[in-house]
């Protein structure tokens, strides 16, 4: 198929960081393989409940809420900071796993901090792929979303600093989330966090042909997870903007976004335009790249400089969005 | 697959395994990584904070196990440390109070080589041109380690020797492993002859002085003043060697240091100029008959006839008022023609020594 091309290098602590990854955490993805891998996956996702609760100075509770109509119920976690006084900022939370895998505890913990300090966490579990294809995990989102805004005031959120935020492909349900709640008139959203978010099934960008066995979320497992959300459809004609948001033609009137995304990723060109068309058409925009920044870096070398700057620039971010 | 991956921290300071520590010591070296990034490896992998303390470099880091840096504290004597093979009390250390893990020591030695490939890749990138630099590495009255500091900055090779080159600038072009070391001082154009690189094949008009350690620099740019100021420039009125070296002179040094505007009180000297302002071939003749050994040689040298030139050599003698064929008159016109150069050249080194010196060039014999 496509030829491979020159990638930017890695920074050096985070090369580091992937010659000592487990192998076949990468390209090995295939549809047939899926199974596997979740069960591989599944003593990491393993999020204790104490882990959440901090010692009691964060409250958790797991609620079933209205999925939508026709589909089950969905399930969200909802994190608050003990002893909530009056209303705080909310994160609607979209957990990522390329479409296929995690649950609504996934990439939470990343979270509890702010929890701490103020802020209401609203975590959704979305039906996953292939089993449940495209539009599936996306409405699960929008439901559990207009659930949380008709009950931001018994959640304690203040419904005028309601955003949305996600990672990998939870990045790319929260830009499609935000699509939906613009064209269905409602929920109102304050902000769009979105975090190397997977935006684009046609693989048509040059860095989504960069990565073959190299980094993290090469074009293979990109292709895998794509196809399990849309099957045939995949990079075809008829797939909506709210299952890949790049093909989304007017982005006007979307929230406020702070979208970031790593240099030698495969989303790095698909982030780095759709950045450029929010802002041309009219949204505030907060755009980062992490220079030699594979993806999830975060999450693998958290202590390494990139990293530390990249949570440093969200958190900046998140502080100023907020008023906080 | 952001989350899911995060679980598998590439960095579990669980993994108590040497390999690992080795493997990803060795990754950072060949990604080039710099010395922060070794220290926090360090400090995760050890799971307590780690510390690189460099006085010549001036560096001071500590970085805690989340990555962070830490501000600059006194090391306490209980903490692992491992020293690098500076002189000066450089060190890199782990900062665990209570008993060592088993692979402390692995990861102090990791650190410690990581530093050194770090500091060696950082030292041998193109040197800076400072000439701030060269001129307080010339300076005598400047603080020694301030010196020490120079010469690692521009790139100088550690514990070889240099030479200290003073020419007069505008004469004619530096070479360039001469110019990417050179500043100002005074009138005169100062140069640091790094080893291997032994100034031959100057154009300029140039003194060389002693080669010595670089901390010793401003002794070797003193010498090369005193060598300056015994050069000719090379014409019919200046004649003499455009290029000396301090090594090369033996007693004159003494004489170049000692002497200045007294020199101009012998006579000899002054009939020097006498007899050029009437014979214009006067001064480069009478120079080669001084440096040669033989009227033969002198002849060859002046690219006339040996006879012409004996001719000429007796008109010289009476003009002079001593014969100059003899041992004792050659040496007294060579004395008179070194003499004469150092007189000229009284000026020429004025504001340019640094280097203070018992003796001052201001007293001489009266």
Request: glycine letters at 10%; hydrophobic letters at 45%.
């Amino acid at each position: 198929m496509a030829v491979t091309r020159a990638h930017p290098p890695f920074d050096p602590e985070l090369s580091a960081a992937l010659a000592a990854l487990p192998a076949g955490l990468n390209g090995q993805l295939r549809l047939d393989t899926i199974a596997d891998q979740r069960a591989q996956i599944a003593p990491m996702l393993d999020v204790p409940d104490d882990l959440l609760r901090r010692d009691g100075a964060v409250e958790m509770e797991e609620r079933q809420v209205p999925g939508p109509a026709g589909a089950p119920a969905v399930s969200v976690l909802i994190l608050r900071p003990a002893g909530l006084a009056g209303p705080v900022p909310g994160i609607y939370h979209i957990h990522g796993g390329g479409m296929i895998l995690g649950n609504n505890r996934t990439g939470v913990t990343d979270l509890l901090d702010l929890v701490e300090q103020g802020v209401v966490v609203v975590s959704v579990e979305y039906r996953l792929a292939p089993e449940h294809p495209h539009p599936a995990p996306v409405e699960d989102c929008y439901a559990g979303l207009v659930w949380t805004a008709e009950h931001a005031e018994e959640l304690s959120i203040d419904p005028a600093r309601l955003l949305v935020y996600g990672a990998s492909a939870g990045g790319g349900l929260s830009a499609a989330t935000a699509l939906l709640a613009r064209d269905r008139g409602g929920p109102e959203l304050s902000h769009q966090i979105l975090l190397c978010p997977m935006l684009d099934d046609r693989g048509i960008t040059a860095s989504s042909q960069e990565l073959d066995g190299e980094g993290v979320w090469d074009r293979n497992a990109n292709l895998t997870g794509w196809t399990a959300l849309l099957g045939a459809d995949c990079g075809g004609p008829d797939v909506s903007p709210y299952a890949a948001p790049a093909r989304a033609e007017d982005l006007s009137g979307l929230p406020a976004t702070f979208i970031d995304v790593g240099a030698v990723e495969t989303f790095r060109d698909e982030t780095i335009d759709y950045a450029a068309r929010l802002a041309r058409a009219g949204v505030s925009v907060e755009l980062h790249m992490w220079a030699g920044a594979f993806h999830g870096f975060e999450g693998f070398a958290p202590q390494a400089a990139v990293s530390r700057d990249a949570r440093a620039a969200r958190l900046g971010y998140l502080r100023r969005a907020l008023g906080s | 697959m952001r989350e899911l991956l995060g679980r598998l921290s590439a960095l579990d300071p669980g993994a108590e395994n040497a390999v690992r520590v080795i493997a990803h010591f060795d990754a950072l070296v060949e990604a080039h990584a710099g010395l922060e990034a070794f220290v926090r490896a360090a400090a995760v992998l050890a799971a307590c904070p780690a510390g690189l303390h460099h006085p010549r470099r001036r560096l001071h880091l500590r970085v805690d196990p989340d990555g962070g840096r830490l501000p600059p504290v006194e090391r306490l004597p209980d903490w692992p440390g491992q020293p690098l093979d500076t002189a000066d009390g450089a060190l890199v250390w782990l900062e665990r109070p209570g008993p060592a893990r088993a692979t402390d020591a692995m990861v102090l030695e990791r650190l410690a080589a990581g530093v050194r490939v770090v500091l060696e890749r950082t030292r041998s990138r193109a040197p800076r041109r400072d000439p701030a630099l060269v001129e307080l590495l010339l300076d005598g009255q400047a603080d020694a380690d301030d010196r020490a500091r120079a010469a690692d900055q521009l790139g100088l090779p550690a514990g070889l020797p240099v030479r200290a080159v003073a020419s007069i600038p505008g004469d004619a072009p530096l070479p360039e492993p001469l110019h990417r070391w050179s500043t100002s001082v005074g009138r005169l154009t100062a140069s640091i002859a790094a080893p291997g690189n032994s100034a031959d094949h100057l154009l300029v008009r140039a003194g060389i002085g002693p080669a010595v350690p670089p901390v010793d620099l401003p002794r070797s740019w003193h010498g090369a003043l005193v060598a300056l100021r015994l050069t000719g420039d090379g014409s019919g009125t200046h004649p003499g060697a455009r290029v000396l070296r301090h090594d090369d002179l033996g007693g004159l040094a003494l004489l170049s240091e000692t002497l200045g505007a007294a020199a101009a009180n012998v006579p000899d000297v002054a009939a020097l100029t006498r007899i050029a302002e009437q014979l214009p071939w006067a001064l480069v003749t009478l120079d080669a008959l001084a440096e040669h050994a033989s009227l033969r040689r002198a002849a060859t040298a002046l690219h006339v006839h040996h006879s012409t030139l004996q001719e000429r050599a007796g008109q010289l003698a009476q003009a002079l008022g001593f014969p100059i064929d003899t041992a004792a008159g050659h040496n007294r016109l060579y004395l008179a023609l070194v003499l004469r150069r150092l007189h000229h050249n009284g000026d020429l080194t004025a504001h340019s020594d640094t280097h203070h010196h018992a003796t001052e060039r201001t007293t001489g014999a009266g």
